[in-house]
C-alpha cells in the first residue's frame, strides 16, 4: 500500500476499532437484537469507509489525505473540490496566517473533504437499498422494518450534510478573516461537536459538561499530533541510519521507532472511540430534537 508510518499505525487503530465493533454485533446477533440488520449494515459501511481512506477498495487514487498534511513543503494531496482550492489558495497567500495556522487550518480543509466522502458512501447505500425496496411488490411487516432503517439512514445523511454545511461556512469565514484568537477550540473534530452540541437537546448544566469534556477530548487529540510527529521523524531517522550501516545505531533507532509507533497506535485508538462516543451522544440529543 506504501503508507506512511502514520498512516499505518492510523489504520491499525481504525481495524482494532472495525473489530472491536464486530465482535459486540456478533453478541447482539447472538442474543436476536439486530433483527433489522441495521447495525451490520453500518458495520459494512464503516468498513467501506476504511478501504477506501487507505485505498485497499481495489480503486486507484482513492485514498482520502494523508496524515501528514505537508511534505518537504509542499501539500500531500488534493481537496477534489474547487471551492475549497479556492479558499485554501486564497488562505495561503493572504498573509494572514503563520506556518502554525496554515498547519492548522490546513487539517481542518482535510478534515472537511473527509466528511464529504463519508457523506457520498452513505448516501450511495442509502440509494442501493432505496432501489432495493422499491422493487418490493408485496409489502410486509419485513418491509415496514427497512423503511425504519431507510428513515434512520436518511436521518444520518441529514445531520452529515448539516455537519458538512457548516463545516464549509466556517472554512470560508476563516480563510477570509484569519482566526479568532477568542475562539474556544482549534480542532476541526472538536469545533464540529461543538458545533453540533449546541443545537442539541441538551440542558445548560449538561451544555457546560460536555464543553469541558471536549477540552479533554481535544488536549487528547495534541497529544496524538505530537506523537504522529514524532513517529514520522523517527522513521525518517531510521531510514538514514539504516544506510550507514551502524549496527548499534541501528537497534536503538529501531527501538525508538517501535516504541513511537506503539503509543501513537494506542492513542490514535483512544481518540477514536472517545470520538465515537461523543459523536453518538450528540446524535441522540439531535434526534430527541426531531421527536
Known amino acids: 500500500?506504501?503508507?506512511?508510518a502514520v498512516k499505518l499505525a492510523e489504520?491499525?487503530?481504525?481495524l482494532k476499532i472495525q473489530e472491536k465493533d464486530e465482535l459486540s454485533w456478533k453478541k447482539l446477533k447472538a442474543e436476536g437484537l439486530d433483527e433489522d440488520g441495521e447495525k451490520e449494515a453500518k458495520l459494512r459501511r464503516n468498513l467501506n469507509v476504511i478501504m477506501t481512506k487507505y485505498g485497499m477498495n481495489g480503486k486507484k487514487n482513492s485514498q482520502l489525505v494523508d496524515t501528514n498534511y505537508i511534505k518537504d513543503g509542499t501539500e500531500s494531496d488534493t481537496l477534489d473540490d474547487p471551492r475549497l482550492e479556492k479558499l485554501w489558495s486564497k488562505a495561503k497567500t493572504s498573509g494572514k496566517f503563520s506556518d502554525e495556522e496554515l498547519d492548522k487550518l490546513w487539517r481542518e480543509f482535510k478534515h472537511h473533504k473527509e466528511k464529504i466522502h463519508e457523506y457520498n458512501i452513505l448516501l450511495e447505500t442509502v440509494s442501493r437499498t432505496e432501489d432495493i425496496h422499491k422493487n418490493v411488490i408485496n409489502p410486509s411487516e419485513e418491509n415496514l422494518v427497512k423503511e425504519e432503517i431507510l428513515h434512520n439512514k436518511h436521518r444520518e445523511l441529514k445531520e452529515k450534510l448539516r455537519s458538512i454545511n457548516q463545516g464549509f461556512e466556517r472554512l470560508r469565514k476563516v480563510s477570509h478573516q484569519g482566526y479568532d484568537t477568542t475562539s474556544e477550540f482549534e480542532e476541526p473534530r472538536v469545533i464540529d461537536l461543538w458545533?453540533?452540541?449546541?443545537?442539541a437537546n441538551f440542558t445548560e448544566k449538561e451544555l457546560e459538561s460536555f464543553r469541558e469534556e471536549l477540552k479533554h477530548f481535544?488536549?487528547?487529540?495534541?497529544k496524538h499530533h505530537h506523537y504522529q510527529k514524532q513517529l514520522e521523524i523517527s522513521h525518517q531517522k531510521l531510514k538514514h541510519v539504516e544506510g550507514t550501516g551502524d549496527k548499534d545505531h541501528l537497534n536503538r533507532n529501531k527501538e525508538k521507532y517501535a516504541m513511537l509507533q506503539e503509543k501513537t497506535k494506542e492513542?490514535?485508538?483512544k481518540v477514536k472511540k472517545h470520538l465515537q462516543d461523543l459523536s453518538s451522544r450528540i446524535s441522540?440529543?439531535?434526534q430527541h430534537n426531531e421527536l
Open 1 to 4: 500500500l506504501h503508507l506512511s
Open 267 to 269: 492513542l490514535g485508538y
Open 11 to 14: 489504520l491499525h487503530s481504525d
Open 195 to 199: 458545533d453540533m452540541a449546541k443545537s
Open 284 to 286: 441522540q440529543g439531535l
Open 218 to 222: 481535544e488536549a487528547k487529540i495534541e
